[in-house]
């Protein structure tokens, strides 16, 4: 009988704690480093990676058609020779090769490709949802960065954890589990979307486990300190919330924590594919890069060259970890951001990056200016009658012009002239470009936003090509 390795027997837990340290270790390894150090540990494993691709029929086009040969790329001084990719490159080769299309090497005959797998898809924000595939190693070293952050940010061994990630295929909801699970000691409490446990449900569920900690999209966990607020419950009070850490983006941190009851928030970056990227530290000042795993490149977004420290650009990502199932060299996210240029405070040898800004792939260019969809909930909470949801719509007209309608829940009447008016200066002022402003009655742009029923509320409506 032939005999495969489990999962737990595919890797060694005690060496890639050693490797991908948490806590002090993590903090005083990264404060001692070099940058000189931190790179030849980097070049070492991209070079693993690089060996591992080339046997990867994926790769070998994707390079091949670029006109490169084994060979050419000797170290990671030379990862601008190699081509980047996206989404797009991914779903090619799955039509090509269904249905996990040949990307990944999982069973090609290696022993990189013999290991037990674990397949989730994304969410299919921007399309078809895409594979997501992990060997036992890629997961867990996935798991571990995120811990790494959730510890670093405060998580203490006790907290109880309420989760609004989204589960089913997608791969969000159920590493995050996996994380605090298997690397932290609190208490998980996987709630999941609203449509998966209805909003009421999940605030009685925080009182009732008394809720120190909430993970997820900042949109949501907004909602839910209102939805507490409505059943007569008091956030920071009743429902005993210190610390939230998830997806901040653009919006208001001021506003997120006082609807908590002054909880600290921690923002965090990682996509489906690569896992977790970046993360605040204790001084909530940019995100450090996770480099040991993680090397990130800032790209322009219309040229794909290397843009400057802090000018903004596509984040372009390769797992330095993935040497076996799915190797990941060059992946464009098409998520803006820029690095930062001050020095850490905390003295900490990573480099760091704002945060998300943005998508590339999003982004709409009204009469000559770029706007990011993302970008308009800090703008519109400037003014006291934003009700706390929006959504853009793009439109054409028959001479080929481009029209941003923002569709604004508020606190008003939706037939005040007058406060459309302030939403449409408001708006002007800040994005440089005149907007179409139209009001909504609280709640009433849900169905189309997805805030109950997604895990990331859809921004951006394109009509333009219909």
Not at 104 to 120: E, K, S, Y
Not at 342 to 370: A, P
Request: overall charge negative; some cysteine.
């Amino acid at each position: 009988m032939t005999t495969h390795a489990t999962y737990f027997e595919s890797f060694d837990v005690n060496k890639l704690l050693a490797e991908y340290p948490l806590d002090q270790a993590f903090t005083e390894r990264f404060s001692r480093i070099s940058r000189d150090e931190l790179f030849a540990e980097q070049d070492a494993r991209f070079r693993r990676c690089v060996a591992r691709a080339w046997q990867i029929p994926f790769y070998q086009r994707l390079w091949g058609d670029a006109g490169l040969e084994a060979g050419d790329v000797t170290g990671l001084a030379d990862i601008t020779k190699l081509p980047v990719y996206g989404k797009h490159e991914i779903m090619a080769s799955v039509e090509a090769q269904p249905p996990l299309g040949d990307f990944h090497g999982w069973r090609d005959g290696t022993a990189a490709g013999d290991t037990p797998l674990v397949f989730h898809t994304t969410s299919g924000t921007t399309g078809r949802p895409q594979p997501l595939l992990f060997s036992p190693h890629s997961r867990e070293v996935q798991n571990l960065l995120l811990a790494r952050l959730y510890r670093w940010q405060g998580m203490q061994a006790g907290d109880v954890v309420h989760s609004v990630y989204g589960h089913g295929m997608i791969n969000g909801g159920h590493y995050i589990r996996e994380a605090v699970n298997h690397f932290t000691q609190a208490l998980f409490c996987s709630a999941g979307t609203g449509i998966e446990m209805r909003s009421v449900q999940q605030v009685n569920l925080m009182r009732d486990m008394g809720a120190t900690v909430i993970v997820g999209f900042a949109d949501y966990i907004k909602k839910l300190a209102d939805v507490a607020r409505e059943q007569g419950l008091e956030p920071g009070r009743d429902i005993p919330i210190r610390m939230i850490s998830g997806h901040l983006g653009r919006e208001s941190r001021e506003s997120l924590s006082k609807a908590w009851g002054g909880a600290q928030l921690y923002d965090w970056y990682g996509v489906g594919d690569t896992g977790a990227i970046a993360g605040q530290g204790p001084d909530q000042d940019g995100l450090y890069l996770m480099e040991d795993a993680q090397y990130v490149e800032v790209l322009g977004v219309d040229d794909g060259k290397p843009v400057a420290d802090g000018e903004t650009g596509d984040m372009v990502v390769t797992c330095l970890y993935k040497d076996d199932i799915y190797p990941i060299i060059r992946f464009n996210t098409h998520d803006v951001t820029r690095v930062l240029t001050t020095s850490s405070s905390l003295g900490i040898n990573l480099r760091r990056i704002e945060g998300f800004l943005g998508r590339s792939d999003n982004m709409v260019k009204v009469r000559g200016i770029n706007v990011f969809p993302q970008a308009m909930a800090p703008i519109l909470e400037e003014h006291a009658g934003f009700a706390g949801e929006f959504i853009c719509v793009t439109t054409r007209d028959a001479a080929g012009r481009d029209d941003l309608a923002v569709h604004i829940e508020v606190k008003g009447e939706t037939t005040d002239a007058q406060l459309a008016a302030a939403f449409a200066a408001l708006l002007r002022m800040r994005l440089g470009v005149d907007v179409s402003v139209v009001l909504a009655e609280p709640g009433a742009l849900a169905p189309l936003t997805g805030m109950e029923t997604r895990q990331k509320p859809i921004r951006l409506i394109d009509k333009r090509f219909e």
